[in-house]
């Protein structure tokens, strides 16, 4: 069993900035991509932005240059560095991954559980 989950969250005024953080947990042997992912209130789930498993990250252009993905594969962990917010990053955000389990070494994709991003004056 694998488990994400997010932390991090809350809410900031327009312009300042957050650190979103995604520790994933369980039988795992590796992860290979692991991404970003928002739900807006009343719209669909969006994509944010990807890191490799080597630290190259791609981004959406909503998002490039205001937000950075790291990770630190020792600990299974990703971060999103998430500046200079606007109320239109009001959003649920979600973390993915691609994980190999170190059970049966199958591949699955995971999701957290989502952490809540108000960006308001």
């Known amino acids: 069993q694998v488990r994400l989950v997010e932390s991090g969250g809350g809410v900031v005024q327009p312009g300042g900035s957050l650190r979103l953080s995604c520790a994933a947990s369980?039988?795992?042997?590796?992860?290979?991509?692991m991404g970003w992912y928002r739900q807006p209130p009343g719209k669909q789930r969006e994509w944010v932005g990807t890191?490799?498993?080597?630290?190259?990250?791609n981004y959406a252009g909503a998002v490039k240059g205001r937000f950075i993905i790291s990770r630190v594969n020792a600990n299974n962990t990703m971060f999103l560095q998430a500046n200079n917010l606007e109320p239109e990053d009001t959003a649920v955000y979600y973390c993915?991954?691609?994980?190999?389990?170190?059970?049966?070494?199958?591949?699955?994709?995971?999701w957290g559980q989502g952490t809540q991003v108000s960006v308001s004056s």
């Open positions: 369980g039988s795992i042997f590796s992860i290979s991509a």
């Open positions: 993915n991954a691609d994980v190999k389990n170190s059970i049966d070494y199958r591949d699955d994709n995971y």
């Open positions: 890191i490799t498993h080597g630290g190259v990250a």
